[in-house]
């Protein structure tokens, strides 16, 4: 009896084993696409998923495509495997989620929870309400309001930014909800803020009229996937990081569309003359940290991070953008945008590692907002004024319009590129202590 009943032995604890491994398989990911979706860096899933395999004791490759994740999962006699595709869900960019599932990612090695633990955890995460949406609303208002201010806007432009990124982010928040097509969102908004943007130009004149239409679109500008995208491929993932830096692409010509359409209909000049002189370059530097950090706090909370980390980006942009003023404008350094925008970006990668350790918060959470008042969006925005007045214009401006598109935009991706790169070098420096903050290990 016993000869026939050892293969039906080995036979159940086979598919029993199997059975186990596909559940896992598929709860990995559920829980990978999942930070994906949220805007989390391609080496920060991949840690993460891994992890979580590990506490079970079985080997996880994970394969990372642009709206798809393949994970395999297998023994380490190999004798038992499984492969699950799963498409990346839309969520929209949240740094709680990424937060609180790396945290999950822990939990996971230091208490040894259960699958179904890990399920219920993973549920009650990714169910958390956002921030309010009018909370959202103002604070980015106020944000693009002081985005408009580092560019030399007076108060007046800041005002009309105001009233153009209330109005034109209120728009995008409902048509969001009604499941746009985030191009034509993005299309429809820029064209709005531009259009109030535009009344400095046509009714207001005062003083920095260019000003006020080149920042009112500025909150769109897709800062985070940028970044990302630049660190995914510095952190040799070029797949996923050519992918989210060409979405990002797509957006921007979406905005610049938007803009186009306003300038073409209401056929305004939009030349960039605004020149402002600060002599006290010490004070001059505070204000500018100062104005930074409205700017960091309120694109920070577009993210929706947890309440408290947003003090340390709010922080970290005052620092950052207030040191790379003082690199560009104390008589005797004047460096040039490209140089400052990278060493500040190391201060504030340098920062972010200490306040992570300390708030057991990813450190690109708090870099990834104060960053974005950094983006060169004046420089973006003469470009698309640039490609317009080649189209409008005779052949002896096309040809001074075409060197200058060729120095904005390569300006433009210079600065993006040495900001990015500088914050993410300190990360990666310390890039051991970068991916454990997120351990709680007393909880």
């Not at 937060?99 to 990714?126: G, P, Q, R, T, Y």
């Not at 432009?157 to 928040?173: E, H, K, P």
Request: net charge positive; glycine share 6%.
């Amino acid at each position: 009896m016993s000869n026939f009943s050892q293969p039906s032995d080995h036979t159940e604890i086979s598919n029993e084993a199997h059975k186990c491994i596909k559940e896992i398989t598929i709860f990995l990911a559920e829980y990978a696409s999942t930070l994906e979706a949220v805007g989390v860096q391609t080496s920060r899933i991949q840690a993460n998923t891994i992890r979580i395999a590990k506490s079970f004791g079985y080997w996880c490759n994970i394969m990372m495509f642009p709206k798809t994740i393949s994970i395999t999962l297998h023994d380490e006699g190999r004798e038992h495997s499984y492969t699950y595709v799963k498409k990346t869900p839309s969520m929209g960019l949240n740094f709680k989620i990424n937060m609180k599932l790396s945290h999950l990612s822990w939990e996971a090695v230091d208490k040894k929870l259960s699958l179904s633990e890990l399920w219920k955890k993973f549920n009650n995460v990714i169910s958390e309400p956002r921030e309010s949406p009018w909370t959202v609303l103002i604070l980015v208002s106020f944000a693009n309001a002081c985005f408009c201010r580092l560019f030399d806007g007076n108060y007046t432009s800041m005002a009309i930014v105001w009233i153009a990124t209330f109005v034109g982010f209120y728009i995008r928040q409902q048509l969001t909800k009604r499941k746009w097509n985030v191009l034509a969102i993005f299309t429809i908004c820029s064209f709005i803020s531009t259009l109030i943007g535009a009344t400095d130009i046509l009714f207001i004149h005062g003083g920095t009229e260019d000003i006020s239409i080149g920042t009112s679109m500025l909150y769109l500008v897709p800062g985070v996937p940028l970044i990302n995208g630049v660190m995914d491929i510095i952190d040799h993932n070029a797949l996923n990081g050519i992918a989210r830096i060409t979405n990002a692409l797509l957006l921007i010509i979406c905005i610049a569309l938007g803009l186009s359409i306003t300038v073409m209909v209401l056929g305004i000049d939009v030349s960039i003359v605004t020149k402002v002189v600060r002599p006290n370059i010490l004070l001059a530097s505070l204000a500018d940290g100062l104005y930074a950090a409205v700017a960091g706090l309120g694109f920070a909370v577009i993210s929706n991070p947890p309440r408290k980390a947003l003090a340390y980006s709010a922080f970290l942009a005052c620092v950052g953008h207030g040191i790379r003023y003082f690199l560009m404008h104390y008589p005797s350094l004047m460096l040039d945008q490209v140089s400052a925008s990278t060493i500040a970006g190391f201060t504030i990668g340098l920062l972010a590692i200490p306040f992570a350790m300390h708030l057991h918060y990813p450190a690109e959470g708090f870099a990834f907002p104060a960053l974005l008042p950094m983006v060169p969006g004046m420089f973006a925005y003469k470009s698309i004024i640039n490609t317009i007045n080649i189209v409008r214009q005779t052949t002896e401006f096309t040809i001074k319009n075409v060197g200058d598109f060729f120095h904005n935009s390569t300006l433009t991706i210079l600065v993006m590129f040495g900001m990015v790169a500088g914050c993410v070098i300190p990360i990666f420096i310390f890039r051991r202590q970068s991916f454990s903050v997120t351990r709680k290990r007393g909880s």
